[in-house]
């Protein structure tokens, strides 16, 4: 059974970056048909999805925070990582990895994290 565990900083300052790794077990991460991706929710707000990274290692990201995010992978480690730029308060939200399909257009997060807070404040 797949397992994915968040782990970063709880707090960044503002103009600072978020960090994340998300941990992989019971599964690799580069097993066809799998994306990988992270998802946030911010307080009283719904879930956004901020991009992933595929089995063979391309990228896709949220085109509304494109320029400030990127993701990254260690398969030794089987790790997948997540760097949110230049963050303000209006980032502060807890933050999901997934392992998801992509079927007929549409996202299927099969598998999630448990999420890990991360507040932006000074």
């Known amino acids: 059974q797949v397992q994915l565990q968040e782990s970063g900083p709880g707090r960044v300052k503002p103009s600072q970056t978020i960090s994340l790794a998300c941990l992989v077990s019971?599964?690799?991460?580069?097993?066809?048909?799998?994306?990988w991706s992270w998802i946030r929710q911010p307080p009283g707000k719904g879930l956004e999805w901020m991009g992933a990274?595929?089995?063979?290692?391309?990228?896709y990201y949220n085109p509304a925070h494109v320029s400030r995010t990127s993701i990254s992978r260690d398969t030794s480690w089987n790790h997948f990582n997540l760097q949110l730029t230049s963050v303000t308060s209006e980032d502060t939200a807890v933050y999901y990895c997934a392992r998801g399909l992509w079927v007929e257009g549409e996202a299927d997060f099969g598998s999630w994290g448990q999420g890990s807070l991360v507040t932006v404040s000074s």
């Open positions: 990274i595929g089995y063979s290692g391309s990228t």
């Open positions: 019971g599964d690799s991460i580069t097993t066809k048909a799998y994306y």
